[in-house]
């Protein structure tokens, strides 16, 4: 099968579709590879904010677009949201190279929203996003989007490009293209929003007021009216489990899958719903054996949330927890839930289980140097014991306007300590602490419900979750 793609000059070129067979991945055009790039991190791991991380669940429709190039789908795990990527090797070119993705039928005039993440093997270039949009085989536009600088150095950038669809446009054919890379270096990509910009309603119309003629009216007793109390708010994504099945949750995690939850099988011990919950019907189950480390850096099973934590949003959470009687005990690292940073490394806001506590920590950076790190509440953790939190947080990179306020079992709480490079100054003592809780230049951060832990920690364990929302006040989480 051919389709054609837009060249870097403006020519209109064929290329061939990749296809995995029984014997492999393979090209019509070029011999390819079939594990990751040398020099890519296979293992790194973000979590990136993608509206729809999977695309497609093989490389049909993917391919290259440059002469000489070699491609092969990445490893599970490679993209930690999506789950895989496509790679792509340059082999001599030092110019302009191309990724081609599958095409998406589109109306003229539709407004579309393009976003991929991209990472190189350790080599600094550019990346945009390109649209060739086509009336059948035939080219009627096409749109380029900003360059973003790839640094190399971390797994992914998100790039980006807003397009609107030319009059006759019927098919959208995408390409992110990079710029700036060495011979023999590569690209790397996966898709994170390929869909139709959402249409806002209509604004409502104002009718001016008419001119009735006064009339007498015979009195009447008119009972006193009541006023409305503030608006009760909106919930925003709700994971309270109710639904007997992880389906309210776009991403799970566990030892052997990684990916939407809609498509996980059961019979695995890692991910499970229990009967009765903490509040209603059911409740989710989390268990980590020894070895159960997909990717980097811990044991885990973990429950991914959207992403709503963005720079000026005020949001609030409930979300229950216990743990079992065997719970591991360790003055190591046992994340039970997290708000995690766009970028690699450990989030900014999480609640830990450390000794025989739980822990409320923020962090000033995602990596290295590892200072900072601060505890700014601490609670008895109960093995055995639900107990009930909602959490309010207005997220933000500046410090005096990010804050976090806590409630455990209907009780505010007082945080203990102060943050001593991300807070301004207002933390310990107070019942509102007042820290930057989105890293400098991210774009925002996500939930999750876990039980990830330091691979060190030996031993079964077993987390309880129940009751997740996200609500714009505290009334509507209910």
């Not at 009718?207 to 007498?216: E, F």
Request: net charge negative; charged share 15%; glycine share 12%.
């Amino acid at each position: 099968m051919m389709i054609r793609k837009r060249g870097v000059a403006g020519v209109v070129c064929a290329v061939a579709v990749l296809a995995i067979t029984a014997a492999g991945l393979s090209a019509a055009a070029a011999p390819t590879q079939t594990g990751p790039l040398p020099g890519f991190n296979p293992y790194g791991t973000p979590v990136n904010g993608c509206g729809n991380p999977i695309l497609e669940t093989d490389t049909a429709g993917w391919s290259t677009l440059t002469p000489g190039m070699t491609a092969a789908r990445g490893l599970p795990g490679d993209h930690v949201v999506a789950g895989w990527d496509y790679n792509a090797r340059n082999g001599d070119n030092t110019g302009p190279v191309g990724i081609g993705l599958p095409p998406r039928p589109v109306a003229a005039g539709q407004t579309w929203e393009f976003s991929a993440d991209v990472r190189t093997g350790g080599d600094p270039a550019q990346a945009r996003v390109e649209v060739d949009w086509l009336a059948g085989a035939a080219l009627v536009g096409h749109d380029d989007g900003a360059w973003f600088d790839v640094d190399g150095a971390r797994p992914y950038l998100r790039i980006a490009a807003t397009e609107t669809a030319p009059p006759a446009a019927t098919v959208a054919d995408v390409i992110v293209r990079a710029q700036g890379l060495d011979a023999g270096s590569g690209i790397a990509t996966t898709m994170c929003t390929y869909l139709p910009k959402a249409t806002p309603p209509p604004p409502t119309t104002t009718v001016p007021p008419t001119t009735v003629p006064p009339t007498t009216v015979p009195p009447t007793t008119v009972p006193p009216t009541t006023t409305a109390g503030p608006p009760p708010g909106t919930v925003l994504f709700n994971g309270d489990f109710e639904t007997g099945n992880f389906n309210q949750w776009p991403l799970c995690q566990t030892h052997v899958y990684n990916n939407p939850c809609t498509g996980m099988p059961g019979g695995d011990y890692a991910l499970t719903i229990e009967h009765p919950g903490f509040q209603g019907n059911s409740a989710a189950r989390l268990e980590v054996h020894d070895g159960d480390q997909p990717f980097c850096c811990g044991e885990r099973a973990q429950l991914v949330g959207p992403s709503n934590e963005t720079e000026g949003r005020d949001l609030w959470y409930s979300w229950d927890v216990k743990v079992d009687t065997q719970f591991p005990t360790s003055n190591s690292w046992q994340v039970l839930m997290q708000w995690h940073s766009t970028v690699d490394g450990s989030p900014p806001l999480n609640f830990l289980a450390e000794n025989n506590n739980i822990v409320l920590e923020t962090r000033p950076r995602p990596n290295q140097p590892y200072t900072g790190i601060t505890n700014v509440w601490t609670g008895p953790l109960d093995k055995g014991v639900w107990h009930a939190y909602q959490v309010h947080v207005r997220w933000s990179s500046n410090a005096n306007i990010g804050l976090v306020e806590l409630w455990r079992d209907g009780v505010r709480q007082t945080f203990t300590a102060t943050p001593p490079e991300n807070s301004n100054g207002t933390c310990a003592g107070t019942q509102t602490c007042h820290i930057s809780d989105i890293y400098p230049g991210d774009p925002g951060n996500r939930p999750m419900l876990t039980y990830y832990r330091d691979a060190a920690i030996n031993g079964v364990g077993v987390v309880h979750h129940d009751g997740f929302r996200v609500a714009t006040t505290q009334q509507a989480l209910g």
